[in-house]
Each structure stands twice: as structure tokens, then as C-alpha cells.
């Protein structure tokens, strides 16, 4: 294929060019809607993931599963193998940063010495393409917002260095091995399938709209709103909600990208370019609902900016990325129905709560 101009928008790869894909932690939340989205456009995948997190029953019937750890290196060279892999989108990794802040290590070994062995491993099989789940963490507190990919990268916990650690190793070993790359910095994560068949199952999450769905149907007592002394309008901290399924979108779309170029790395944003408060979220909820969630005013959690805003106006150029679902509350009732289908899978199954 004829690489397109660098600011043109790249094409849609043909079904012929496509290479298999290994979905690391696609038993997860984000990973598994990415498994979905290149599932329902036709891609062979498969999965590693340990289920430390992540559920069985969100790998759709037909993909490929492995149970395992990603720096098994037996393993990988295994799945490379036998699934013929192409592509590798790398999800699997520990993502709370209060937890990063308590548990330093343990997201340096999760998050970035596993990813080493992970891209060793790749590099051993000759995986061309590599795209990695990385973080807005990386930027630390912005010295403006929103924040595009060029603005100075200095994160305030151990998750966002675990993350930009990760970023670092790519560029170097992509300029000295033969592939190419793209890191998807995400802002907040949200939502879920819009046909209810994945969604954030993890007991105990943090994501706020999580958290609130949860407290509409019982689950909890009460959602608590962590800091309202930051410098925002309403003193509560402000986020750029992404419904999950338009980031699957995207990690299809940056896959073509870096199919069509390979002679190309991307790094990427991945939001929408308009924040929203703790409070505007809550109020939301309310609303989409009508049952309004008891609210507890707590301390700041270390490691949280006040604000987080997405320039999402490189990913939009170059992939064409058109988000679907970019409303709020679509976003609260999408993650309302997957809490609502998730009590009947765990009433219907043995999988822990």
C-alpha cells in the first residue's frame, strides 16, 4: 500500500493487509471493548490475560484466550506462533492512581518491567505494529489546558511514570528494531458497550461514573467527591469523560494508521476536548437516573491535578476519528445498563463480585 501524505487522513486498511492481533489484558475493561471493536470489524484476535482483573466472560465466543501472565516469555513466543501474530495492542497493566501512590513498586514491576518483557518478546517474533494503552497521567499537572501531545511530560504519581516509562522504551527500541508504534494517551474513561455485552466489571473501581452508577442501584451508600478546594469553577476536579467504546474505535483506526505507514510512530491523544467537574458529572447522573446519590465531601487523594482536558486535534487529523458517542449522558446510561447486565451475569455465574 502506497503510504498516504502526513497530514492527510489515513485510509482504511483492506481486509487482505490485515494481521492478527494480540490483545493484552482484552479480559479487561478497555482491552475487552477493543477486542470487540476489531471482532466486529472482521480482524483475527486473540487475548492474553491472567484474571487478576479481568473476566472470562468478557472475551467474545470464537477469540482466541490464553490465561497468563505477560512476561511469560514461553508463552508469548507460543501465542506468536500459533496465531500467526501481526499486531500486538498492549492493555494489560495496574491503572489506580491512589494505589500507584501507596504501592510504588508494584506498578514499576506491573506496568513497565513486564511491558519490557512483553516488547522483548515481540521484537524476538518480528510483531511489525505495537499500540500501547497509555495515559494522560504522563502529563503530570499541565501548564495549560486542554493539553496537546507536545506539552511537557511530568507526572505526579507512580502510575504516570510507569506509563511514560513504557512510551520511552518504545521509541528506543522501534528506532533500533523493525517496528513501528502508537501510544494512546487516554483522558477518563467511561461508558460501556452500547449493547451491553462489556462494560467495567472490577469490584471496588474508582472511575467516578462507576462509582455513581453503582451507588444509583444500591451498590454503595454513598459517592465520595475527593477535593473541592482545587482552582476549577466549582472547586471539584475536572476530567474529559471518553466513552470506551470510542476509544476501541480509535485503536482500530491507529492500527490502520500504522499498517498504512509503517515507516511512522504516532503518540496520540484520546478525549474530547471538553472537561467536566465531579460535581457536573454527579448532577448528571442525577438527572439521567432521577435518583439523586448521596454525596461525601473527602480530603484530595495524592496523585490527583485538578484538571485534565484533552486537545484531541492530532488524533481527529490524522485517523479521521469521528466519536459516536460524545455526550455525557449517553455515556452515564450505557454505563447504567452494563451495571444493570453485570448483576445478572455474576447472579448466573461463578465469577467473584
Known amino acids: 500500500m502506497t503510504p498516504s501524505s502526513k497530514d492527510t487522513a489515513l485510509q482504511t486498511t483492506g481486509s487482505s493487509n490485515r494481521p492478527a492481533v494480540l490483545v493484552t489484558g482484552g479480559a479487561g475493561y478497555i482491552g475487552s471493548h477493543a477486542v470487540l471493536a476489531l471482532n466486529d470489524a472482521g480482524w483475527q484476535v486473540a487475548v492474553i490475560d491472567d484474571l487478576s482483573t479481568g473476566f472470562r466472560f468478557a472475551v467474545p465466543e470464537g477469540v482466541a484466550f490464553y490465561e497468563g501472565d505477560i512476561a511469560d516469555r514461553q508463552l508469548l513466543a507460543r501465542i ?23 504501592r510504588p513498586l508494584d506498578y514499576y514491576h506491573n506496568n513497565t518491567v513486564k511491558s519490557r518483557a512483553l516488547i522483548e518478546a515481540a521484537v524476538d517474533a518480528g510483531v511489525p505494529h505495537i499500540l500501547f494503552s497509555s495515559t494522560a497521567a504522563t502529563y503530570g499537572v499541565p501548564e495549560s489546558s486542554p493539553v496537546a501531545e507536545d506539552a511537557p511530560r511530568a507526572p ?9 516509562m513504557t512510551e520511552q522504551m518504545l521509541a528506543d527500541a522501534s528506532a533500533a528494531h523493525d517496528f513501528n508504534y502508537c501510544a494512546l494517551r487516554y483522558f477518563n474513561v467511561a461508558g460501556a458497550d452500547p449493547q451491553a455485552r462489556s462494560g467495567q466489571s472490577t469490584a471496588g473501581a474508582t472511575h467516578l461514573i462507576k462509582v455513581a452508577v453503582e451507588a444509583v442501584l444500591g451498590k454503595r451508600d454513598t459517592v465520595s467527591v475527593f477535593g473541592t478546594d482545587y482552582d476549577t469553577p466549582d472547586g471539584t476536579g475536572v476530567r ?9 474505535a480509535a485503536h482500530v483506526l491507529a492500527l490502520e494508521a500504522l499498517i498504512s505507514q509503517p515507516e511512522r510512530s504516532l503518540t496520540m491523544n484520546c478525549g474530547y476536548g471538553r472537561g467536566f467537574s465531579v460535581r457536573e458529572v454527579l448532577d448528571a447522573v442525577d438527572r439521567v437516573t432521577g435518583t439523586p446519590i448521596e454525596r461525601r465531601m473527602a480530603p484530595r487523594r495524592a496523585g490527583d491535578p485538578a484538571s485534565l482536558v484533552a486537545d484531541p486535534s492530532r488524533i481527529r487529523r ?10 455525557l449522558d449517553t455515556i452515564i446510561r450505557h454505563a447504567l445498563e452494563w451495571e444493570r447486565k453485570l448483576a445478572e451475569i455474576r447472579a448466573d455465574s461463578s465469577d467473584p463480585a
Open 318 to 327: 490524522h485517523l479521521s476519528w469521528a466519536p459516536r458517542y460524545d455526550d
Open 240 to 248: 474529559d469523560y471518553i466513552h470506551v467504546s470510542d476509544l476501541a
Open 80 to 102: 506468536f506462533a500459533e496465531q500467526e501474530i501481526g499486531a500486538l495492542m498492549h492493555f494489560a497493566g495496574s491503572i489506580v492512581v491512589p494505589e500507584s501512590v501507596e
Open 156 to 164: 505526579i504519581n507512580p502510575y504516570g511514570w510507569s506509563k511514560l
